[in-house]
């Protein structure tokens, strides 16, 4: 069989580890390998990652110390004028051209979206592997990427605890997730935050100016807020003009940690998780599977329908946010 | 109720992190925390944490700002003589002294059998949290300590990847883990190494041998090869000893990781499976519990019998033995 | 002699490895340190670093372990009313009262003016020692501080570099230094960064679009813009509006690393400054000078009468530009 | 003209770096630049750096986001068999078949050795760039690589410590430098070390176990001591013997840095130190400089004819000395 790879929509840190895991697990069960580049965009302009030698199929030396690097060799783009019926059609005649059989997508709800618009015209197997920051899939209990994003948070609140000690200050730090609050709780009770405002429970900004003053009264000199950018009540910047009004007791500071959650080497959790679902996404497709995604639940590798993955929003364990209570308060 | 929370053996990131969650939750549950300093060998000195009133009580602020250290703020000791007749009765002693009602123990399997051991003295409920880098417990997944442990491994093979490509070399990297492989097999996969020599399975200077004149056709630059401290076959020296002796073609180094492995800031994976036990164990003794080690299982919380938790060795997932055949031939 | 030390204005990493610097010298010479919290404000409300005995004068154990940590163990801040007639009298009133001989403050040029404010009432010695990471200080090559700053920055710029790349994106970073460009200028050097927005050269937007678009005819895939907050044409957010305008041919992102920069353990070299500075700042205070700040230059130790040291603005090395420009193109 | 540029001896953080500047500063200048590869042995087999069309000339993308690398793109060797008449003879040829001009070494003592060996049987110019961790070279105040080397070590000393506390233990960590001490002394002030031990002075065992005992005294929880390879008493393994032999009060333990201290990422200081120099290596060959080595001194770039650069050891700063003293005590 000769299988496409290629990555789409955000990059995350990790995917470089799971072409790499789909390259050496198709290669060794005897099948092709070509990478597609710039995710569903480098598809419609047939952009190929090619030897030197000019050959379109991937050898282990492709992916040669590859894991430890993030960001993604195959590159990535968000393709908007893909979906069309036009873009789709060109997309599954350019799969037949090349006489691609199956394609692992990695990527997020977007990508997977795209998987099933294309399944519409190309009759090709799908198996995709969730690489995205977010941690917003269900079929998997973490994506490719998120530990790295998250380990990045940490590291940053605690460098900002040290100045936030140091002048008695509040800090509200931003980070990614879109409509996800897992980066931030995951942030918050790794990092010690006193308080996290994320989309999935409600922020009362009130009730948090009386833990406030709760905690000028035990004489905390420091407060870290963490903020999911997709929380309710809006990002940082609005979450302190509202505390402000309400006459927050500690000066306040904001940082965005943004793009910096994306990038760097990824984690060793992020590097196995990558291996390990590519891997899975290979020897799915050789079983004949398709239209689904490789994921790891309790330890244990399944496969989801795309459609599943994406249709309700991931619910915030109870245990977590128990966690959080009580770390944080 | 009183409870008392200690460390004991060998040192493990996150092993503070956990003390941390085991003050809040018992605080926020209505009971007192003491601190004993120094493991078995502390109690048997009645050597206490203490506030800079002298109160032995442990407050929110005493656990300030720890989550992100390593080592431990009661500090560890090996103590040989306590499991003798007369130190666990001594201990029992101290602990009705104090009216302590359940020891947390954070340790490994010597922790463990100390409180399988007092508990034939003292009728208090034990409920341990796992502390230990080497992930060599039944009952729980992954170890306190064991990521970050992982994690530094990881870094350590990705620096010294550079050095051997540009002197095309080989490095035999030396991990810890006693008896148990799991340090060495996830750093293998999560740093692409080539080569790992483990415990569980046997390691064949031949084979090794007959791949290394393989990578040398393929013109790799350099080879890593990660070695567990308990392979049957010795450390990283005898290894190259043995492989020297049968004509390896690479030039050899030898590194062994050693202490680094235990230090450091806990990444956030250790810090959140530290928070989560050390809440469970406190809600296990809530619930009357008793000669129980909390560990996490697929992601579920779940209470196992001390003696079972050290009874054999744990096996190496064939899946992750699979992986490491895929990712490092 | 009594020796009174503190740190003021915007924390800068190595404030705590300079204050043990000067606490162990001070000692070493048979002097006592009393350490005063909280800058100037700290100094007005006569809040003392005190041991756990209530005692005002350090001990070598006050300062045990605290080179590593970011922040400054005496807390900071930005007193507005320190400088007024009144406030500098009372300064004076309490350093008498508490027998202080001299004083060794830690800060920025505010500091600096605040030392020879409190001069004209206080007739005891102050040697200043550099410390903020702005490097805007004249009498030092370096400020104590402004290693770790570059460090945070340059490992920014590393991480954000993979998600550019996979992105065929540009990316705009501010970074801190007030009215000095030299952190965005050794950040640029040290990363590699295509193009550098600096207060003391002139930004010309046609210029840099210029250059941008021969970067994609060179099918440049990423391209970093390291801009200095105290552009003379604004921020990031601002520059990024002006390249729009003028058609910039890539697609751009902008991050403030703010803060970041302040926190987190410093580097060796800012270790190693503080130490000298810190124990050259008490040599000097035992050989009777006063109204000085001590500094490096080309390795060798000076001291600086304060006004200097804030009385123009620092040149920009030739050299360094030309560094930048052969570098950067 | 046309500049060979290569790296040989032990690979030193930032000689990619280096590598870069002379690649960008010599075709800014107009020159042509070819990476000889593996140094001195890849010279004797004509082994070129090679574009993917085979080009042996090095252009701007040939050295496009290396900075930021570990080890070098050019390779390196000890090559033994170069210095004999016939290996210089051939070197000398190789060097006019391919119309090369002029060398640029990066490297330390042995291969600025070679230099002056092989300009014996070569007429081109020569200027050397002092790439090596050990910072052993006279005519520069740090080498490229040094600064990154100390870092890494200061690092692991910070985590050793963690788990130094806890168990209220020694740590003998040995660094590199061969013949200097200068990684060891850096490391030592920086890190807060108790102790150092360093070949320039005489390291008394029986004085060190009487501080020892006063450390125990002052109840000093751990004790960290930095041993330079080139310790005239031995490694850190025969100090540990001598100590254990003399009653040392701390149970101890040893870790050996090794390679650690070759790898990763450059740190920013040596980023810089290694596109000045090479910068100005090339310059230094436009103006018809040859024999010297480019460097550093107090801020000042300065050449130092090569036989002066190893002549004589360097000395240790008695100022070092005092505050490794005042420090550590």
């Known amino acids: 069989m000769r299988i496409g790879v290629f990555t789409s929509g955000g990059d995350a840190p990790g995917m470089n580890a799971c072409i ?32 030197e030698d000019g050959d379109i199929r991937m050898k282990l030396r492709s992916v040669s110390d590859i894991t430890r690097l993030g960001g993604t060799i195959l590159h990535t783009s968000r393709s908007s004028d893909f979906r069309t019926e036009e873009g789709l059609k060109k997309a599954a005649e350019i799969l037949r051209k090349y006489a691609i059989d199956a394609l692992i997508p990695i990527g997020g709800d977007g990508t997977f979206h795209g998987a099933v618009a294309l399944s519409r015209y190309w009759k090709g197997q799908i198996v995709g592997c969730p ?3 977010d941690n917003d899939l269900l079929g998997t209990d973490f994506t490719i990427g998120f530990a790295t994003a998250v380990q990045t948070a940490v590291d940053a609140v605690d460098k900002l605890r040290d100045t936030a000690d140091a002048h008695e200050r509040m800090f509200l730090i931003e980070v990614m997730g879109r409509h996800c609050g897992s980066i931030a709780l995951y942030c918050a009770i790794a990092s010690g935050a ?56 500690y000066e306040m500071r904001v ?50 329908p795309f459609g599943e993955t994406y249709a309700t929003h991931r619910q915030v364990a109870p245990e977590d946010l128990h966690l959080l209570e009580i770390m944080a308060t």
Chains 1, 2, 3, 4 share one sequence.
């Open 20 to 51: 790499r895991a789909v390259v050496r697990s198709a290669l060794a069960a005897g099948h092709e390998v070509v990478g597609i580049r710039r995710g569903y965009r480098g598809l419609l302009e047939e952009d190929f990652h090619r030897d």
């Open 131 to 133: 690489g995205t920051i």
């Open 194 to 249: 006193e308080i996290a405002a994320i989309p999935e429970t409600p922020t009362r900004i009130d009730e948090i100016v009386r833990r406030l003053h709760a905690f000028t009264q035990r004489k905390k000199t420091s407060v870290m807020m963490i903020v999911a950018e997709g929380d309710e009540q809006g990002g940082a910047l609005e979450l302190q003009r509202q505390l402000q009004e309400r006459s927050c007791p």
């Open 255 to 304: 940082l965005a940690l943004g793009h910096l959650q994306r990038g760097g080497s990824p984690v060793f959790a992020d590097r196995i998780l990558a291996a390990r679902l590519g891997d899975f996404a290979v020897q799915s497709i050789s079983a004949g599977k398709t239209g689904v995604m490789a994921g790891d639940i309790g330890g244990r590798l399944a496969l989801t």
